[in-house]
Structure formats: structure tokens, C-alpha cells
């Protein structure tokens, strides 16, 4: 068996509302549609994955991602054009997103170019280009 990619990914937010209106205008900027949009829920599909959003259960309402702790560490999408990167970057200071770091040359694979910011929960968001498959070469 293989499998064909993550079909969907989804977080935890401490503030909804305020983290809904992040994703929905960072999501579709992606090419990613919402397809489900209600009470403590957004759902948005593009780019052959969907990426999902909840509220945090009340006991928990206001608390910020702690990246160091047991869980997810970073998302990182990625885009097919170089220039891609630097898009977003200027698209993510709009948003309010904290830059880790602008768009730079990474040692990951041949060609890497990411930038790397955190949402608006300190969830660290990456937005990648790797050149052709990259190490993703025996797709």
C-alpha cells in the first residue's frame, strides 16, 4: 500500500473569530476554497489537500500554540512558482502574521525557498518551493 498524499489537516484556535478571519483571507490567497463554514468551524479544500480550523474547547479559549510542547510542530504548504514565496510574505504582513523568517534559501532539498511565519495563535505557517519533485522524487 501507498498512500496519496495528507487528505486534510486541521488546528485548534484559541480565538476563532479572530483566527477565521486570518485563514479566510490567507486560505483562498492559497487557491484553497472554503467548503464548510459554521459555529466554531472552517473548512477549506484546494491544491489537493484541505486544511481545517475549530474552535478550542472553552476550558482552553484564549491560550496561544506553544510550538516547543508534544504535538504539531509547523504546516507547510507549498507553492509552484519561486516567486510564489515572496507573494505570500508580502501577503502575510497584511494579515498581521509575525515573521519568523522572510524568504530565504533553505538546505533541505536542491533549490529550497521558504518563508515562515506564525498566525495569529503562533501557529507557525511555512510556504515552500522546491524545484521539480524535489525529495519528493519517487512520487
Do not use: W
Not at 487528505?7 to 483566527?19: E, L, M, Q, S
Not at 521558504?114 to 518551493?129: A, C, P
Amino acid at each position: 500500500m501507498e498512500i496519496n498524499g495528507i487528505a486534510h489537516t486541521f488546528i485548534t484556535v484559541g480565538d476563532f473569530a479572530r483566527a477565521r478571519a486570518f485563514y479566510s483571507e490567507l486560505l483562498p490567497f492559497l487557491g484553497m476554497q472554503p467548503v464548510l463554514d459554521g459555529e466554531g468551524f472552517f473548512y477549506c479544500v484546494g491544491g489537493r489537500t484541505a486544511f481545517g480550523l475549530r474552535a478550542a474547547d472553552p476550558a482552553h479559549a484564549g491560550e496561544r500554540f506553544d510550538q516547543g510542547r508534544v504535538g504539531l510542530h509547523h504546516i507547510c504548504f507549498r507553492v509552484r512558482e519561486r516567486e510564489d514565496v515572496e507573494t505570500v510574505y508580502d501577503f502575510a504582513r497584511t494579515l498581521g502574521a509575525t515573521i519568523v523568517h522572510p524568504p530565504k534559501d533553505g538546505p533541505y532539498a536542491p533549490g529550497y525557498y521558504s518563508v515562515l511565519f506564525e498566525d495569529l495563535d503562533g501557529i507557525r505557517l511555512e510556504v515552500n518551493f522546491v524545484p521539480g519533485k524535489g525529495l519528493l522524487a519517487h512520487e
